[in-house]
């Protein structure tokens, strides 16, 4: 797979909380030089990335960000102004701890109310595969699948560690036909770029990509 092919996968990231427009301006025009998939963003930056590029550029950002226990009202809320701000895809993060005292019914709902929210548009869910048990992330796999989220996704990148190659063939044996792989952290090679995508991933959320693939060294996402 040749470099210009893997960056169409690429969510290509910027999400640190001291962000600035200039920050965001590099990663928009690299995205727009390289092809990627999105620009993976925070959400204060989608109005003005909307204004700067228009159509030329896919919006991509995050809601319940990076800890995942906000309310649900409060996630459908962030979802809806970035949608009409102008992001085409959400990645929201599950509540963690509902997860740890198995309340799946609650995370359910949760997912299936923010599809609701988000119908025709690209819904990603983060399930922080760092902290959860095998058994949980196969329970995972199982509701996202009900729910008719987009992609299920490892990782915020700010957790304890981010994809890894087990999660990812876990998933494929776990989750539903219509649900795709979105591997996210971990990504410290043009190796490990290919090797997810070989694997069955159909995005990578990484900050690092254009670097890798230009040869200079970098800290992953």
Request: aromatic share 6%.
């Amino acid at each position: 797979m040749n470099n210009e092919t893997m960056m169409t996968y690429v969510d290509h990231t910027q999400l640190k909380a001291f962000a600035t427009w200039s920050d965001i301006q590099a990663l928009c025009d690299e995205a727009i030089t390289y092809k990627t998939a999105s620009v993976c963003i925070p959400a204060s930056y989608i109005k003005r990335i909307q204004e700067t590029y228009g159509d030329s550029i896919n919006i991509c950002t995050v809601i319940g960000f990076p800890l995942g226990y906000s309310p649900t009202n409060i996630k459908i809320s962030e979802a809806k102004t970035a949608i009409a701000d102008g992001a085409s895809e959400i990645d929201m993060v599950v509540n963690i701890g509902d997860i740890k005292n198995g309340d799946f019914d609650k995370v359910l709902s949760e997912i299936s109310e923010i599809q609701k929210a988000t119908e025709g548009h690209v819904l990603k869910v983060i399930i922080e595969t760092c902290y959860l048990t095998e058994e949980e992330k196969i329970k995972m796999c199982e509701i996202i699948t009900e729910a008719k989220a987009d992609y299920i996704k490892t990782s915020t990148g700010f957790g304890t560690n981010g994809a890894t190659m087990e999660d990812i063939l876990l998933f494929k044996k776990h989750i539903g036909p219509d649900v795709k792989i979105k591997a996210a952290g971990g990504v410290k090679s043009v190796e490990d770029l290919a090797n997810f995508i070989e694997a069955g991933c159909s995005r990578i959320g990484t900050s690092s990509a254009v670097k890798l693939l230009s040869g200079i060294a970098t800290d992953s996402y």
